[in-house]
């Protein structure tokens, strides 16, 4: 069984079109996973979401999904980020926004939990410290858990003590799963922010039990020209560029 691990599309439909492609190129994905935040900053959010529901995809809320649906406050979200939510829910059919409401904030599935955030705080905390990871561990019962919304793949590796290794895997890391507990973030398909723009996710191969991160290009320039038009804000389309 092959599981493809998506986090942070946020609208990004050419990424996100240019990781379905490079997953069919790879020999498919038997389940999807998706980490939350379908929507928010990028110009098609319910194309996007049309493309999951095809996909028949399990998935956990974002704060950018329940931003867009009004079901939270964007209260300690950045000007912009707001402006995004907002901009957003106006595009989203009733049915995409039910979609996203009935997203749970939890999913536990085999060896795994799925949320977006983190497992004590899973709409909210970013997990990029590992002491924060590590006060999280007592927070799942599974043995690994997938996050995503800090936007950069990162693997945290418990030791024995409750030490915490922090690695930063790059394209096409391999990653063996094994006894220790592990928290794995497989980076963002619509807005990396690791300093690489392209798009980041993750392939789970349950039967060598092993993770591989992969980085895909798509063009960032036709994605950009779309924001322009749509009238979104400078500093969200720049950004692309960078993966920032
Ligand atoms: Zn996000």
Redesign the pocket.
């Known amino acids: 069984m092959r599981y493809a691990i998506l986090?942070?599309i946020?609208a990004n439909l050419a990424a996100f079109e240019a990781v379905l492609d490079d997953i069919e190129r790879r020999g498919g994905a038997d389940r999807f996973w998706n980490l939350?935040?379908a929507v928010?900053?990028g110009p098609d959010p319910q194309e996007c979401l049309d493309r999951l529901l095809k996909l028949d995809c399990t998935g956990v809320a974002?704060?950018?999904d329940l931003a867009a649906t009004g079901k939270i406050p964007t209260l300690d979200f950045n000007p912009e980020a707001a402006f995004a939510a907002q901009w957003t829910g106006q595009r989203l059919s009733p049915e995409g926004k039910g979609y996203l409401a009935n997203k749970p904030p939890v999913i536990e599935s085999g060896d795994f939990t799925l949320v977006?955030g983190s497992p004590r705080d899973p709409v909210r905390e970013y997990l990029v410290e590992p002491e924060h990871a590590r006060a999280n561990l007592d927070h799942f019962k599974t043995r690994y858990c997938l996050v995503?919304?800090?936007?950069r793949p990162l693997v945290f590796e418990a030791g024995e003590k409750g030490d915490i290794r922090l690695k930063e895997p790059g394209d096409g890391s391999r990653l063996k799963l094994g006894e220790r507990r592990l928290i794995i973030n497989p980076g963002?398909v619509g807005?990396p922010r690791d300093g690489d723009p392209r798009a980041s996710y993750a392939i789970y191969d349950a039967e060598s039990r092993s993770l591989t991160i992969h980085r895909v290009p798509y063009d960032i320039g036709l994605v950009q020209s779309r924001m322009t038009a749509l009238g979104l804000p400078g500093r969200m389309i720049a950004r692309l560029s960078y993966g920032v």
């Open positions: 986090a942070d946020h939350g935040d928010g900053y974002g704060n950018h977006h995503g919304h800090s936007h963002s807005q």
